[in-house]
Every structure is written in C-alpha cells, then in structure tokens.
C-alpha cells in the first residue's frame, strides 16, 4: 500500500502522527518519506551533514514510535547578556 498525504507545516502535530498510527495497524514495519517542495539551502546543507553522520555512526539517536511520540524538543532561547540556554 502507498499512500501520499499533503499537508501544511502547520498541521504536522500529534493529531496528524495518531491519524497515521490508525491507518497502519496492519503493518509491521512502515517506510516514512518527507519531501519539501521548497528548496532551503540550509536545510539541504543540515540533512546531507545529518545523512554523512548517520553513515559513519555519530550522533545515532534510537527510540520506539511511543518515545517519537512523546518527544519534544529543547527550545533555544537567547539569555539577555548573549549566552545562548536551552529550556
């Protein structure tokens, strides 16, 4: 079965990834493709450096679909005197 969903960045959240969950119940094991229709230079730049790290093993991060999930990331914040925290 191949299915293609288009969707807006805004409407990429939990509700889309349970809508999802339910349509594969069938299936043990799911290939996920995400392709942008816009080219951003740093994005392309980001993805080959993370596609280069992962073929020579650094920086590997394994998780199940429930830690995926419930995942949220660090947010950058900037600090008043230009030191850079995460929250």
Known sequence: METV???SPSELNLSLINKIKKL???TSNVDI???LNEFNPAYANE??????QAENGQEIIS???EE???YTPKKE???MN???TFG
Request: cysteine-free; charged content about 20%.
């Open 5 to 7: 969903l288009k969707v």
């Open 24 to 26: 594969l119940v069938i």
């Open 33 to 35: 493709t995400i392709s």
């Open 47 to 52: 993805l080959e450096r993370s596609v280069e």
């Open 63 to 65: 998780m199940t679909m």
């Open 68 to 70: 995926f999930v419930a």
């Open 77 to 79: 914040t900037n600090t």
């Open 82 to 84: 230009g030191l850079k």
